[in-house]
């Protein structure tokens, strides 16, 4: 602001004696019209070729005088047009650009200065069930070639198991859901594929898993709801994919699960919480991957984070995995050189961190584990070589509610077994049982001869969701029956060694009386 000073000379007279005195006045000089621009928006940031696409800025005016500006839009350093804006002192108007990019590509765009990137697609392959060349997923699908998209346009449900048959697509759901009947197997399969991308959508309802990735490397799930399925994603011997920022919830089973050497994954920004099992779940020389600010909490029976087997080099930073049925984060049998930080693992019923298991040679550092009911960070006397460094601990935590009744589960006179590791051993025959959200398990054990035939039949109480696991003697699954609904769940199978085969019987959802029938050949 310029400031102008006004001298007043004032002669006073008094006694004889002459006093001077200058007196000060100031006027304020308005400043002139200075622009800022801010705030460049692209909308939207993909376009397909044609289409418009909307520029905007801000500009300010931060002087006091009212000015006329002109903006510069340019496109790959070569200006594409001006606009003028006029803009009252101390004010701000918004000036914007309309253009439209016949060729595919990515472009720079620039207004004075700020800078965004535009990408303009080919045309999708469009579906819609009324006005659209394509009424099905699964057909748009079949005519797609490389570098093609599929994209939902109407946000409907569609009732149909998809397969992706061909390398270098993506399918865009753009709001859609892709829906079973808890009869079809998987949602979305993706066999011996690369360059894929899944994104924008919701997938629910399919027995085994609702999106399934299999020898297949450079897939990208992005921003896809998979929920009500067994298993909420399945990577097998899958490597060098990308699972951020969806949401996994509701599935009976892990909501991600890594199997048979899937590795170099990166499981990132995810919602996965509220599963059977794990959150995440990597099994069997699965390495190399990074799991990063996931939120895998109140998982119902099992862990937040749980890698097993062999599963080696792995880092798992800044995820949050509270409130899980047993612990929070789990590396057991022979999990070694992985990297365990910056997490939070607290109000688990079991262990905020537990190594386990000949587990060796892994860091875990400046973990917060607080409350939990059994210990906070721990190892077993197996594991060795393992650094424990500025991690936060304090608890326990308080016991979960005892059991609220009197229980004679199989004729034992008592509750059944809880743990899996320690089941109660029972003989041929039928039996009665009872679960509730307080006692969600029920272990039984048989012995059997190699070659010996098994055969579980449970059924549950009308309008509650129990399931039935079958076991070798290592803990190993053999077979389960994991349905929705309050139908007859049955595992059958022929014993491949001698020795103790074990069945759990959970429950999912409700409350009541169970009856089974146990019977070998």
Request: hydrophobic residues 35%.
């Amino acid at each position: 602001m310029n400031v102008k000073l006004l001298a007043v000379l004032v002669v006073i007279a008094i006694a004889g004696i002459s006093c001077y005195f200058v007196l000060k006045d100031e006027e304020k000089i308005p400043a002139p019209a200075e622009f800022e621009v801010s705030n460049l928006v692209l909308y939207p940031t993909e376009v397909e070729a044609g289409e418009p696409v909307t520029i905007s800025a801000t500009v300010g005016n931060v002087g006091d005088l009212s000015g006329t500006y002109t903006a510069t839009l340019k496109i790959n350093d070569v200006v594409e047009a001006t606009k003028e804006v006029t803009v009252a002192g101390r004010a701000t108007e918004n000036v914007s650009f309309t253009v439209t990019k016949d060729t595919i590509g990515t472009y720079t765009i620039e207004v004075d200065g700020l800078q965004r990137v535009l990408g303009v697609l080919k045309p999708a392959l469009k579906v819609g069930k009324v006005g659209y060349f394509y009424s099905t997923i699964q057909e748009a699908l079949n005519d797609a070639q490389p570098e093609d998209r599929v994209k939902v346009m109407d946000g409907a449900t569609y009732e149909e198991p998809l397969t992706v048959p061909l390398d270098n697509i993506t399918l865009d759901l753009n709001g859609a859901t892709v829906k079973g009947t808890h009869v079809e197997s998987q949602g979305i399969w993706v066999s011996s594929r690369s360059d894929v991308a899944i994104k924008n959508g919701i997938v629910q309802n399919f027995a085994d898993y609702g999106i399934a990735l299999s020898n297949s490397d450079h897939i990208t799930i992005e921003n896809v709801r998979v929920e009500n399925n067994r298993f909420g994603i399945l990577l097998w011997n899958s490597n060098y994919n990308a699972i951020v920022n969806n949401v996994f919830t509701n599935n009976k089973s892990d909501g991600i699960k890594l199997e048979n050497a899937s590795s170099h994954n990166t499981i990132s920004n995810n919602y996965t919480s509220w599963n059977g099992e794990g959150g995440v779940s990597a099994y069997h020389e699965s390495n190399y991957n990074v799991v990063e600010n996931n939120l895998a909490s109140n998982q119902k029976y099992e862990f937040g984070i749980n890698f097993g087997h062999f599963s080696d080099h792995n880092q798992i930073i800044n995820n949050t995995t509270n409130s899980n049925y047993w612990s929070g984060i789990i590396f057991h049998d022979n999990c070694d050189n992985n990297v365990v930080e910056n997490n939070v693992a607290n109000l688990n019923r079991g262990s905020g961190i537990a190594i386990i298991f000949g587990s060796s040679y892994n860091v875990v550092q400046n973990n917060t584990a607080l409350n939990n009911v059994a210990t906070q960070i721990n190892e077993d006397e197996s594991c060795e070589g393992n650094i424990f460094l500025n991690n936060t601990t304090a608890g326990p935590g308080e016991p979960l509610p005892e059991e609220n009744m009197a229980q004679n589960d199989a004729g034992l006179g008592r509750d059944a077994s809880n743990n899996e590791s320690n089941p109660d051993n029972i003989t041929p025959g039928n039996y009665t049982g009872y679960l509730d959200n307080l006692d969600i398990y029920d272990c039984y054990k048989i012995y059997l001869n190699g070659g010996q035939a098994i055969s579980i039949v449970m059924t549950p109480p009308a309008g509650t969701d129990f399931d039935l696991i079958l076991y070798d003697p290592n803990l190993g699954w053999v077979e389960g029956s994991l349905k929705f609904g309050s139908g007859a769940e049955s595992v059958s199978s022929t014993a491949t060694s001698s020795g103790y085969y074990s069945f759990r019987i959970r429950q999912w959802s409700g409350a009541g009386t169970y009856s089974f029938s146990l019977s070998t050949s």
